[in-house]
């Protein structure tokens, strides 16, 4: 298994531009989630899913969406890059009835300038 | 109010030193902690989880005390590889009826030789 992937690891926008954060796992996890970790701080949940088709917002979901059309992909989307949204974004997932491990992707660092 | 506070440090202990960290959590039905550890411009890894009558796992010890909705973590012989941000997490029910973990800001520790 390789467990949960996520892609690119750095990107550079510009302000305004759009782009998708891609994650996938195939380790058949119904939960997904994706967080953001700013500078010296824990992470906040922007988004997470509890299954394919269902989606719903975290702590801090402005400026982003989801979609979750299959078990293995949830993408991220930044439709209009802020300087606000400079961060690190985390993408993880756990099974729901085992043990509430989650599983983290490598990260994703984002600057907007 | 956050739903997870923690002292962010940071600790500098030498090696072989004992520290403690501490966490407090708002929702007093939360009914899932752990502590994960990150290691810089990583991705949070499970260390532990934490269990109402507390639990060791070689050097490290985890208390829970659910009416001062407070947890804490304990390394004894504190080795340079300790040397990491710990981040303290507690679940809480969403509205749509999901399972979400909180993180706190996390605690850096530096074990000097």
């Known amino acids: 298994n390789a467990g949960v992937t996520q892609t690119p690891k750095f990107r550079i926008l510009k302000i305004g531009q759009s782009m998708t954060l891609q994650c996938a796992q195939d380790?058949?996890?119904?939960?997904m989630y994706w967080y953001r970790q700013d500078p010296g701080m824990g992470l906040k949940l922007i988004y997470y899913?509890?299954?394919?088709?269902?989606?719903d917002k975290g702590e801090v979901p402005n400026g982003y969406n989801v979609s979750r059309s299959t078990t293995e992909d949830f993408p991220l989307r930044l439709e209009l890059a802020a300087p606000s949204q400079t961060s690190v974004y985390f993408c993880?997932?756990?099974?729901?009835?085992?043990?509430?491990?989650?599983?983290f992707g490598s990260g994703t660092q984002l600057s907007v300038l | 109010r956050k739903e997870v506070e923690q002292d962010p440090g940071p600790f500098n202990v030498p090696e072989g030193a004992t520290v403690a960290f501490n966490c407090t959590y708002s929702?007093?039905?939360?009914?899932?902690f752990f502590w994960y550890r990150q290691d810089c411009r990583k991705e949070p890894k499970l260390l532990m989880s934490?269990?109402?009558s507390g639990n060791e796992d070689g050097r490290f010890t985890a208390q829970l005390n659910r009416a001062s909705q407070y947890i804490s973590l304990l390394i004894r012989d504190s080795k340079l590889s300790d040397s990491a941000t710990y981040l303290c997490?507690?679940?809480?029910?969403?509205?749509?009826?999901?399972?979400?973990?909180?993180f706190g800001t996390g605690t850096r520790l530096t074990v000097i030789p």
């Open positions: 993880a997932s756990r099974l729901q009835g085992s043990s509430e491990k989650l599983f």
């Open positions: 380790m058949n996890h119904n939960y």
């Open positions: 899913s509890v299954g394919a088709g269902i989606t």
């Open positions: 929702n007093s039905a939360s009914q899932s």
């Open positions: 934490v269990y109402s």
């Open positions: 997490v507690v679940n809480k029910w969403g509205e749509t009826g999901a399972n979400n973990l909180f």
